[in-house]
């Protein structure tokens, strides 16, 4: 069960990424925000910038055309 939902669909790259900075910036170590968008360009942006951060990337998908990504908040 996620504690926050970031709907990013229909924006265009790069807002999807800087939204969830935003949104993750504003939570607390532990917590987990799904984040959906339609911008194929965050299939890779946002697990590129995953891996730079303190944040997990708890799971993925893309299903017709909307990615969704699990993320856990790093401290």
Do not use: W
């Amino acid at each position: 069960m996620v504690d926050r939902t970031l709907d990013a669909s229909g924006l265009r790259c790069p807002m999807p990424l800087l939204k969830t900075k935003l949104e993750l910036n504003s939570m607390a170590p532990g917590e987990e925000l799904e984040v959906i968008a339609t911008d194929a360009g965050s299939a890779r942006d946002i697990p590129a910038f995953l891996q730079m951060s303190d944040h997990k990337l708890m799971s993925s998908s893309d299903t017709a055309g909307q990615y969704r990504f699990v993320i856990k908040c790093g401290g």
